[in-house]
């Protein structure tokens, strides 16, 4: 079951066609792909590869790489967003889709080097979402900061496609500081919030 | 769930030398007896695999509540372990440990009620602190 999970998000993604949220049209797809993975060898995911590849042959070449990454960092965008609106509640409901998102990723795309370090990323990052879905704010923000190095060491390691900028802000925590990620030049601080919604300066732009 | 129950019908001391791991938190780094005083009295007993456990506990649903409570804490930190963990872990686990001494967190306040010997002096919080911050960023990631 979870098998076909994967290959529905997968088949998701590469269509780049809906949301999680409109799962239901895809629905019969999934059951004909269930079907077809009962028949493969559970761990011969080259054939799942193939089935998939084989629709969506010529999305593929373009959005191998970053699509996977793109679910995950939209989720970290709707938890910075929702911190720097001091909306906890918004928060956590990000927390919980990137828990989604971590288990809609499809890691066998992965080399091996790469593997071993996503696997150390993606067990700290889960933890950090757990927390975020589950907790009050400031021990959202305090798990947000980790999470945010988690996502910024995942996207040094496997790239994405979009534009993000890593913003510092120096006053967080007792001025030791901490960074975030932002799809925008302009500052919205999700540690601060409306406290201090424009403290912090743009270190980097990705992309 | 097994080594729990077992547990009960093992003398506390016999059962403490027993369950040493090589992935526990005074073979990943060099604690002094202090720290180590410190972290037994008023962390392991949810922390780690080896809990000292109360005359409470031979009483239900004190034993199914502590066992429960135990679960959960080994689930978030586990100092048997500690060596299993990744480093970027090791890190965030101590920089959340010292934030949830700073403000109190922990020890929860419902156990210190009752074991007030776990509760940590200002003098315990900083020889921690200090300590533990010093660990934190002698790791690279």
């Known amino acids: ?207 | 769930m097994v080594v729990l129950v077992g547990i009960q019908f093992i003398p506390t001391t016999r059962n403490q030398s027993v369950l040493i791991l090589q992935t526990d938190f005074n073979n990943t780094f060099q604690v002094p007896n202090n720290v180590q005083q410190i972290l037994k009295i008023s962390c392991y007993d949810c922390h780690s695999n080896n809990t000292n456990y109360p005359w409470y506990n031979k009483i239900q649903p004190a034993s199914w509540l502590l066992e429960n409570h135990i679960k959960e804490g080994k689930k978030e930190l586990n100092f048997s372990e500690f060596g299993t963990y990744s480093k970027r872990r090791q890190k965030n686990k101590l920089k959340s440990i010292i934030n949830q001494i700073k403000k109190d967190e922990m020890p929860l306040y419902s156990y210190t009620l009752i074991h007030k010997d776990a509760k940590l002096s200002e003098r315990n919080k900083k020889d921690l602190i200090d300590w533990l911050s010093k660990q934190k960023d002698s790791i690279e990631k």
């Open chain 1, 1 to 207: 079951m979870k098998k076909s999970i994967y290959v529905l998000a997968f088949s998701v993604l590469l269509l780049g066609a809906c949301k999680n949220d409109k799962k239901q049209v895809e629905s019969n797809e999934m059951q004909t792909k269930e079907m077809q993975m009962d028949t493969d060898d559970g761990h011969d995911h080259s054939s799942m590869d193939e089935s998939t590849m084989h629709e969506n042959k010529d999305i593929e070449a373009t959005t191998q790489k970053s699509a996977s990454t793109s679910e995950i960092i939209d989720r970290y965008l709707q938890i910075k967003n929702s911190l720097a609106e001091d909306n906890s509640k918004k928060a956590a409901e990000g927390g919980k889709m990137m828990l989604a998102a971590f288990s809609n990723f499809d890691m066998n795309k992965l080399s091996e080097s790469q593997y071993k370090e996503y696997m150390e990323i993606l067990e700290d990052a889960k933890e950090h979402a757990e927390h975020i879905s589950d907790s009050p704010i400031d021990h959202q923000r305090e798990h947000f900061e980790n999470l945010s190095t988690d996502l910024n060491d995942l996207i040094s390691l496997l790239g994405t496609n979009k534009t993000l900028y890593v913003t510092y802000c120096p006053m967080y925590n007792n001025k030791k500081g901490a960074i975030w990620l932002s799809e925008t030049k302009t500052i919205k601080n999700p540690y601060l919030g409306s406290k201090m919604p424009t403290c912090g300066e743009i270190q980097k732009q990705i992309n």
